[in-house]
Structure formats: C-alpha cells, structure tokens
C-alpha cells in the first residue's frame, strides 16, 4: 500500500510553487471564501457554476499564483482496481448472452428471457442513476467503489445458487444484483481521472478505466464458449461446466472487494491539476446535487452529447447483446466464433479507446475527434450490416474489427467531452446522465433489433440502428465546443463571471474574468 505525503507522494513538481512563492492557506469566512461574504445577512445567493469557479479562480489569483500540484503514486493502483472489478462487472453482463442458446435450454426458457439477463443491466440503471450519483457527491468515491465492488461480488454468489434448471428467476435475481453494482461503477472512470490525475493524462487514465470496461466484456464473449460448450443431451455436465465459470467469477470478485478497501482514498494529499484545486477551494455550502442537475439540463451542447451518446452506446449494447443470434443465424453451430468475433469487437474498440485518448491529451481537439469517430462507426456498420451474410467468416471478423475500433472507441470520447463542456459540475453526475441514456436507448435498441432480426433478418436490425446512428452524427455536429476544463488548466477562465477584483477583496464588481498563463 502506497503511502501519500512525503517523498512517496511527489512524482515530478507539476505546478508546484517555490518555498519563497509558496500560497498561504485561504480563509473561510462563515464557509465562504475571503471576499465572497454575502451582503444579505451572511448568506451567499446560489450561484450556477461558471460562477462558482471563476470567483475560486479570483481568489487563487489573488492569493498570489497557482496552488501547489503533484501527482499521486496511488493513482496507478486506484486505477488498475477499479479497472479490474469493472472488468468482472462487465464480464457478468455480456456471459448469459453469448451463450444465449445454452442457457435457453439449460433452464427451459426462451431467447427473449436470456435477452432479459442482459436488458436488467439496462434497466435497473434508469432508475438508480440519480440516487448513485448523489451519493457519490454526497458521500464521495471510497464509498461508492465499495458498493460497487460489494455487489458485484454479492451478485456472482448468488449465481453460484443458481446452478439447476427451474432456477432462472433466481439467476435473473442475481443478475439484478450485479446490474445494481454496475450503477456504482460506469459512473467513475472521468472521476477518478479528473481526482487523481494530471491535466496531460486525464484523457488518457480514463480510457484505461473505460477499458477495464470493454476487456471484461471481450474476456466475457472469449472465456465463456470455452468453459461451457453446448452439452444439450448432458445437462449434468453443462451445470459443472456453468458451476466453473460461476465460481470462478465469484471467487476474483471477492478477491477485488478486499483490495478496493485497501487501495482507494477519497483523493490525493494534492490536486492533481488547477482546475481541481479550483473545485476544492469553492465552499460545499455553494454545491446543490439538484442545482446541478438543472444547470446541466440547462446547457445545450450536453444535452446534444446526451442524445448522441446514448445512440451510439445503446446501439453497441444492442449489438454485443445480439451477436451471438446474428452469427449463428447465417452460420449455424459457431457458437465460440460468435464469441471469438465478439472478442475481436471489443479488443480492436480497446486499442481505440486507448489511442483516442492519447489523441485528446496531446490535441484536445473533442468535438472533431468524437465527430469523426461517430462517423465512421457509421460507416464500419454499414460494412458490417451488408457483408454479414457473405457466408466467410473471415470477412466478419475483420468487419466486426473495424466497427468494435470506432463504436468502442467512441465511449471515452464522450465522457471527457462531457467533462469538458459542463465544467465545474460534477464529473460522476455528467457521466451518470450519460450512461442513463445509454442504457434507456441500449433496451429500445435490444428489443427493437430482437424483434427485427428474429422475425425478418439481421439485416433488418442493423439497418434500424443505421438510421439511429446517422441522427446522432448530425446532433454531434451541432454541439458547441466550449473546452471550460481545459481553459481552467490553460490559466484562461472565458466565462461570463462575477469576479473579486484584487485590489479590492469587499466590494465585488461585475467583470468579465480574463486570467492568462502567467499566473
């Protein structure tokens, strides 16, 4: 276990300020920052939060330069625990529905039931998004990466009781579980990014966080064929073989609960950049979780992402929930190339997510990055939709590449863009919205194209998600990129704020706050 402070705690001086320099602590004044008493009786008149952060960048000007900033070593392991049981959560997702037929018959029930295992993940996010992302607000992030971690492990002994035809309601019951955990969990990648890591990597820590993501659900379309290939005329041999992957899965889950309480901390000894120091220097008296949600439903350029977002991820829920009935479709009894071209989706959508997050670190170019990827995910479909029915498999695999890169590719795109233009809201609460929408389009998707490939083609589902995703390309080109995060680390507030002027900390004036680099 890392300790933080002292020589362990400091890797390189980003932004950290010479003895001689050094920035006093600032003052709290009835919970208010020095010169931001208010006028009525003490009380401060809520402010939305552009406002907020300028008046924080005000005074960190006034106290003389930036605050100090170093990098956590903890960071490293933070992220890679995290990763890991995301890894498992999603894992647990995608393991019933790519091997929908063997579950179909191990537990007497139809397609659409195994779907339900999937969909649950889906629906139980909608309603439990807001109560998650308050707490993580409320309550802070060692808490909320507990119960994830927690559930999760709960959620996989469950299933282990599971193991025995007629128990589907109790599997669909621990699946639910799981879906619960998940709630704690897709929410987190940008925050912990934003929290313990630098303005130079931030883009990047939260692709590797998205990854550990989409490598469960790659391990999830690879591992399971393999451990359970389908035994219809042996069910005792097809419930050890399930039994194996259960516990399995239950086992490393625990395993990374145990490790989560001993790796996570609330944040760094230090802020990792300037515009976190600005977050931490705004009294919590100024922070509304409603306020919040109304400021982001009040800006137009998250709302557009919103909708897009949700488009594009639902239809790559939709697709990796449906593989399986699409591959075998055209090429019956290739239940673990089913798998094998899920996996080549996912890896190929890792490697996107990896170099479209160095590509934001070193360009910050969001809105035309996440445009051109939209894009071509559009494109890559396409291919896919008219080459699926070809009769090589070879051709799948290489289609099914080529989407997985940009459709998988496009998930932490949009959680930094988000970040980016609604700055200084919560990083959890944004991220949460967007997952919200992207499993209410995900269940419209899935039940949509089920419905289409099973009473007319493949084809016919994919084509529906064509047009879905042709409407999200043009509501990314109408988003307005306002790079707020970016300008607050760049020493450059352009927002319409009431600041304190230096020379006089009592008496606010209506100005236009304007600080450059050299601070």
């Known amino acids: 276990m890392v300790e933080d402070g002292g020589e362990e705690e400091a890797e390189g001086d980003s932004g950290e300020m010479p003895a001689a320099a050094a920035v006093p602590p600032l003052q709290?004044?009835?919970?208010?920052?020095?010169?931001?008493?208010?006028?009525?009786?003490?009380?401060?008149?809520?402010?939305?939060?552009?406002?907020?952060?300028?008046?924080?960048?005000?005074?960190?000007?006034?106290?003389?330069?930036?605050?100090?900033?170093?990098?956590?070593?903890?960071?490293?392991?933070v992220l890679a625990v995290f990763s890991c049981y995301s890894l498992v959560n999603a894992f647990q997702w995608i393991q019933y529905s790519i091997l929908s037929n063997v579950f179909a018959g191990f537990y007497g029930v139809s397609f659409t039931q195994i779907d339900w295992l999937s969909m649950v993940y889906m629906v139980a996010y909608v309603p439990l998004i807001l109560p998650a992302t308050w707490l993580l607000d409320a309550r802070g992030l060692r808490l909320t990466a507990l119960?994830?971690?927690?559930?999760?492990?709960?959620?996989?002994?469950?299933?282990?009781?599971?193991?025995?035809?007629?128990?589907?309601?109790?599997?669909?019951?621990?699946?639910?579980?799981?879906?619960?955990?998940?709630?704690?969990?897709?929410?987190?990648?940008?925050?912990?990014?934003?929290?313990?890591?630098?303005?130079t990597e931030v883009s990047t820590a939260c692709a590797v966080a998205v990854l550990g993501n989409q490598l469960g659900t790659a391990i999830g379309f690879l591992l399971p064929p393999v451990l359970v290939p389908n035994t219809p005329d042996d069910i005792n041999l097809m419930a050890h073989n399930i039994s194996i992957m259960f516990y399995g899965t239950a086992i490393v889950s625990t395993l990374l609960f145990f490790l989560t309480g001993v790796v996570f901390e609330e944040k760094p000894k230090y802020p990792p950049s300037h515009s976190q120091a600005v977050l931490q220097t705004m009294p919590p008296e100024d922070y509304s979780y409603k306020q919040s949600i109304i400021n982001l439903f009040k800006n137009i350029p998250f709302v557009l992402l919103l909708i897009s977002y949700g488009i594009m991820t639902g239809a790559f829920y939709s697709v990796?929930?449906?593989?399986?009935?699409?591959?075998v479709t055209h090429y019956e009894g290739e239940e673990v190339n089913a798998g094998r071209i899920g996996l080549t989706l996912v890896v190929a959508g890792m490697v996107g997510s990896i170099i479209c997050g160095l590509?934001?670190?070193?360009?910050?170019?969001?809105?035309?990055?996440?445009?051109?990827?939209?894009?071509?995910?559009?494109?890559?479909?396409?291919?896919?939709?008219?080459?699926?029915?070809?009769?090589?498999?070879?051709?799948?695999?290489?289609?099914?590449?080529?989407?997985?890169?940009?459709?998988?590719?496009?998930?932490?795109?949009?959680?930094?863009?988000?970040?980016?233009?609604t700055y200084p809201e919560s990083e959890g609460t944004s991220s949460g919205l967007l997952n919200a929408s992207a499993q209410i389009f995900g269940i419209v998707f899935t039940l949509v194209q089920g419905k289409l490939?099973?009473?007319?083609?493949?084809?016919?589902?994919?084509?529906?998600?064509?047009?879905w995703i042709f409407v999200g390309i043009v509501l990314t080109a109408l988003i307005k990129s306002d790079l707020r995060r970016h300008n607050v680390n760049s020493g450059i507030m352009n927002l319409d704020v009431k600041a304190v002027p230096v020379d006089s900390p009592v008496e606010p004036e209506s100005t236009t706050l304007k600080i450059q680099s050299a601070l």
């Open 28 to 77: 709290r004044c009835n919970g208010f920052l020095p010169g931001k008493e208010a006028e009525d009786g003490g009380r401060a008149a809520p402010a939305g939060g552009g406002e907020r952060a300028g008046e924080a960048e005000a005074m960190l000007s006034a106290a003389g330069g930036r605050p100090e900033t170093r990098l956590s070593r903890r960071r490293l392991a």
């Open 147 to 199: 119960l994830g971690a927690g559930l999760n492990g709960l959620g996989a002994w469950l299933k282990c009781a599971s193991l025995a035809p007629g128990r589907y309601p109790l599997t669909l019951a621990a699946q639910a579980v799981c879906a619960v955990a998940q709630v704690f969990i897709l929410g987190l990648p940008s925050r912990i990014a934003s929290v313990w890591f630098g303005p």
């Open 320 to 327: 990796s929930t449906l593989l399986n009935q699409m591959v």
């Open 359 to 421: 590509w934001l670190d070193y360009t910050k170019t969001y809105k035309q990055t996440t445009l051109i990827v939209y894009i071509l995910s559009f494109i890559g479909l396409l291919v896919f939709t008219f080459t699926l029915d070809l009769g090589y498999l070879i051709v799948v695999f290489v289609t099914g590449g080529v989407l997985g890169f940009f459709m998988t590719g496009y998930l932490p795109l949009g959680f930094e863009f988000a970040v980016e233009i």
């Open 453 to 467: 490939t099973t009473d007319y083609s493949p084809r016919a589902g994919n084509l529906f998600l064509c047009a």
